[in-house]
């Protein structure tokens, strides 16, 4: 697949498969909020107890929209197989348990997204299993942090906030070369603009809840890659309940029909308004991958199809931190189209301001080290008219001081 257009066509009939595609006549699938199945004879029961990933067994082990759902978020990520379950965070503690014990280590980022990180710096260790965090920029520094019990290198790119870029390939490619295995959160890309199976990551997770649902309406995760590996995750999620539910597989689906073209769009609106931020005079800073101003545009180029639908800017706003916080909150409460809110990938605008985000769960110093100055802002554009967006930028830009 090599064009938007094709992946505009794979969404729409991608869920159909060779053998009932022919016999699933209903353009939109049904939902079927049954917990269990029944069998219709001895033999056929043996045969659902004993192949259990079926979609008709007992709906903790999966449904039939969910199996349609998981049939294309696989091909769209380039992988055998898919698994979705209950959240982002459910994807991600399932995948992780079910990768590692106690005894073995973990190499990832300091900058993950915040569940991931607590998961890494926190549940992981408890369980025995030891982790090193290392500057995602520096790929040797990666090589130099495994160890010969390293079973698992965790990678987030763009990571948030401030859309730090991971080198797929180089740590793809070393990962292989010692058979770790790799897994890497591809959420704020989506697969429209990087499909990380492409540079030989094993493992590619989203939390469906952003731009593969896109509508701002339904909590969703998902993991793909080859059929082995995703059995092997599937088993601890029947164990851990992190199922997802027959409704928001058919949301999901719904989501899906539109996501490249939604993606393009939020990829144009970013652009837009990380190069109109760029140049304005209340602007000491936009972080964005498309911008050639971004330190790592090169790898962006090499690693993804365009900039994605988020983008972080920092505000003059005098001299001190104290003003720089403050300009930050004058400037979100000032907007009157992008909405208030956590969260991305939506047909909606939406910002936050950073500091006052992760002012409990983070010290001044783990903040400044995490490069989250006092007055950044993250927007995650939406599908609005991009003159709209940027007035309202402007107009809230105006009142900050
Ligand atoms: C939102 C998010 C998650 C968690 O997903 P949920 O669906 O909220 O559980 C994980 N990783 C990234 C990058 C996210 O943005």
């Not at 699938?29 to 990933?53: C, G, K, V, W």
């Not at 730090?164 to 292989?176: C, H």
């Not at 949301?251 to 931020?277: D, H, K």
Request: with cysteine; proline share 4%; glycine share 8%.
């Amino acid at each position: 697949m090599n064009s938007d257009e094709s992946m505009q066509s794979l969404v729409i009939h991608g869920d159909q498969d060779a053998e009932n595609g022919a016999e699933e006549t209903a353009l939109a699938p049904a939902i079927y909020p049954a917990s269990t199945y029944s069998a219709r004879s001895l033999a056929e029961f043996a045969q659902m107890a004993n192949q259990p990933r079926h979609s008709r067994y007992y709906a903790r082990y999966g449904n039939p929209t969910q199996e349609r759902c998981e049939r294309l978020l696989a091909r769209l990520e380039g992988a055998q197989a898919a698994l979705m379950m209950s959240s982002g965070m459910g994807a991600m503690s399932t995948t992780l348990l079910s990768r590692v014990r106690a005894g073995d280590h973990i190499v990832a980022q300091t900058a993950h997204y915040m569940g991931t990180a607590q998961l890494l710096t926190d549940l992981l260790p408890g369980l025995g299993v030891d982790v090193t965090l290392v500057d995602q920029r520096d790929t040797d520094a990666f090589i130099a942090a495994t160890r010969a019990n390293t079973k698992l290198i965790v990678l987030e790119t763009p990571s948030n906030p401030t859309l730090t870029l991971t080198d797929l390939a180089a740590i793809a490619a070393f990962a292989k070369s010692r058979g770790i295995t790799t897994l890497a959160d591809n959420t704020f890309a989506s697969p429209v603009n990087q499909r990380p199976r492409d540079f030989g990551i094993d493992l590619v997770l989203h939390s469906a809840t952003k731009y593969l649902g896109g509508h701002s309406d339904l909590i969703a995760g998902v993991v793909c890659g080859d059929a082995d590996a995703v059995e092997r995750i599937w088993g601890r999620s029947i164990a851990l309940g992190t199922n997802v539910s027959p409704f928001n597989a058919f949301l999901l689906l719904r989501g899906l029909r539109t996501l490249p073209m939604r993606v393009a769009r939020q990829n144009e609106n970013a652009l837009a308004l990380a190069r109109f931020l760029e140049t304005h005079p209340a602007i000491a800073r936009v972080h964005y991958p498309e911008l050639e101003s971004h330190p790592q545009h090169a790898l962006a180029k090499r690693q993804m199809r365009h900039g994605g639908g988020v983008l972080s800017i920092e505000l003059k706003g005098g001299e001190g931190d104290e003003q720089g916080f403050h300009a930050a909150q004058q400037f979100v409460a000032a907007l009157k189209m992008a909405r208030h809110a956590v969260s991305l990938g939506g047909v909606e605008t939406l910002v936050v301001h950073a500091a006052s985000m992760w002012e409990a769960s983070l010290t001044p110093e783990q903040m400044r080290r995490a490069d989250i100055s006092p007055s950044l802002v993250r927007i995650a554009a939406g599908l609005e008219d991009a003159a709209d967006l940027r007035a309202d930028m402007a107009q809230a830009l105006s009142r900050t001081s």
